[in-house]
């Protein structure tokens, strides 16, 4: 993925043609009028730093009714940014169709932006039908749709919890993050109060999954140079501020995201989702929290050996809660792991889309959504290749009642080098334990410049390429002159003359070979513009039986 760069991925679509929000009650009780929720559209706001949440919430037992609570979703997916030098992702799309199918699962009432390319669609027929443009104004349809939803489920006594979704481009301009629609940027603030905050909801969780994504809660201010600022000069703004929201950001500083081709997805979404599916569920509550999330992905990283290619989440939970998501209304379609069978895992579908990966410790038993019965899905065990067909039907299936099968597809490729380390060391209980959130980073904008520079890179290079070729053509003119003046002197040409023609000949060699070389110069150096990558090279070598072969790879 060329340098990968902030967070969003809004679900599009409801789920029906119905009056009102289809709305998921997990208690019989009557419901209660909700006590002075907050006017619509406001978050909540309190100190103007919000520090991250040390101690970990009690969660309630497995079996326990939650409240009487209603989910929504916005997700978006932009592959191809607002801005020309913006390479294109190639699974943002991906990334948000499979929240798509994942929202669905726990009920929530869901709308999807993205443009699907043909093989996402071909792999996703329900987002494919749904799916609007990720543009301006399909975003502000969206979010009124979903606002109505809300409204009408706080009116009627439900709480109502709202996730918002990111995956595709972000970056920072003059300190203030951004993430791109296809016609224009997102900036921090219209994030905060056109989305997040018009929404309305009791509360918000903010995933996104985009380069330099911490600095859309978090900013140094206006004119960012790229040098780490003061300890404590660290600054909340807008949604780090609000109560209501909840942060899980790809990013803890000023880092680029990544995505990878075994994963046909992005890294940090791929192991968030897994997480959601319930593989980071811990204490086998039911509920993953903001600790078990941030937790799970970097017990999944840990292993690469790589710092640049290692995400570092940022996690903070709203006030007065750390729950992320509550996985019991999906949780009646499960299928069930022994603590006993601690092993590294992936549960795919039929067609090879990684619906969940996981590596769970020993004694560390799961339990995990489960998609609707409309094909077949398979867990494969990594480390011996063993894969196991899931039933359809019951419901409720373990792992301890699957035969297994050899593994149908097995995995080959150069895209090892890194990213095969995740999901290598086990997670568990003990790894939630000891993990504590890290302290706000020192924010290391890039260079306002830096970006123009790159920016400008492809007329100038054009540029330098016209003015290399106007240059040997000169040159060349010259060379030709020079060469008529030379033919032109014949023995009856008298001495005067011929030494007058000589001195012309030779300046006209002299100006022809500084032309040639000015000429060669721009060349070189318009091509070195548009070519030259954007980020940091990473040198690769291959060898098998046929040959062997060295590279570079970079973002072009």
């Known amino acids: 993925m060329s340098s990968r760069h902030l967070l969003l991925a809004l679900l599009a679509a409801g789920t029906a043609n119905a009056s009102g929000p289809a709305v998921r009650s997990t208690s019989a009780a009557a419901p209660s009028p909700p006590s002075a929720p907050s006017a619509p559209g406001v978050p909540r706001v309190s100190a103007p730093e919000t520090l991250l949440a040390s101690g970990a919430a009690t969660p309630a037992a497995a079996t326990s009714p939650a409240s009487r609570t209603a989910s929504f979703a916005l997700i978006i997916g932009v592959n191809r940014g607002h801005e020309p030098d913006q390479p294109v992702l190639r699974y943002a799309d991906d990334d948000a169709a499979r929240y798509l199918d994942l929202f669905r699962l726990l009920g929530a009432r869901t709308y999807l932006l993205a443009r699907l390319d043909d093989n996402t669609r071909r792999l996703h027929p329900q987002a494919a039908a749904e799916a609007q443009d990720p543009k301006r104004a399909e975003l502000a349809a969206a979010v009124k749709r979903l606002s109505e939803d809300i409204a009408l489920a706080r009116s009627r006594g439900v709480e109502a919890v709202a996730y918002v979704v990111y995956a595709g481009h972000g970056n920072v301009r003059n300190g203030e993050g951004y993430v791109s629609l296809e016609d224009g940027p997102l900036t921090a603030p219209m994030l905060s109060d056109q989305v997040v905050g018009a929404l309305g909801a009791d509360r918000v969780h903010l995933i996104v999954d985009a380069c330099y994504s911490y600095f859309l809660a978090y900013s140094r201010g206006p004119g960012g140079q790229r040098r780490p600022l003061p300890e404590g000069f660290t600054r909340a703004v807008g949604l780090a501020q609000a109560d209501n929201v909840g942060l899980l950001l790809s990013t803890s500083s000023a880092r ?301």
């Open 256 to 556: 680029e995201s990544h995505e990878w081709e075994a994963f046909q997805a992005g890294v940090f979404n791929h192991e968030v989702r897994s997480g959601l599916f319930g593989a980071a569920d811990a204490d086998g509550d039911g509920q993953v929290s903001y600790r078990e999330i941030a937790a799970f992905v970097e017990r999944a990283n840990a292993a690469i050996p790589n710092d640049r290619f290692r995400p570092q989440v940022h996690a903070r939970p709203p006030k007065g809660s750390e729950q992320l998501v509550d996985l019991r209304p999906g949780l009646e379609r499960r299928l069930e792991v022994d603590g006993s069978k601690g092993a590294h895992y992936v549960l795919e579908d039929a067609n090879g889309v990684r619906l969940a990966e996981f590596h769970n410790a020993p004694g560390q038993s799961l339990r995990l959504l489960r998609p609707p019965p409309r094909g077949p899905v398979f867990l494969w065990r990594v480390g011996d290749a063993t894969e196991f067909p899931v039933p359809a039907a019951p419901d409720v299936v373990s792992l301890d009642s699957l035969s297994a099968e050899p593994v149908r597809v097995a995995s080959r490729g150069a895209a090892h080098t890194a990213f095969q380390h995740i999901f290598t060391l086990p997670f568990g209980q003990e790894s939630v334990a000891g993990f504590q959130f890290p302290p706000l980073s020192p924010l290391m904008p890039p260079e306002p410049g830096a970006r123009g520079l790159w920016a400008a890179r492809k007329p100038v290079g054009w540029s330098a390429l016209a003015a290399g070729a106007a240059a040997a053509g000169v040159g060349l003119w010259s060379t030709l002159e020079a060469r008529d003046l030379r033919d032109g002197i014949t023995p009856s040409m008298s001495q005067a003359e011929a030494a007058s023609r000589n001195r012309r000949i030779r300046s006209l060699n002299t100006r022809g070979g500084l032309l040639y070389g000015l000429g060669g110069a721009a060349a070189l150096g318009g091509a070195l513009l548009l070519l030259w990558p954007r980020g940091e090279t990473v040198p690769l070598a291959t060898a098998s039986p046929d040959g062997a072969a060295l590279g570079v790879a970079g973002a072009f």
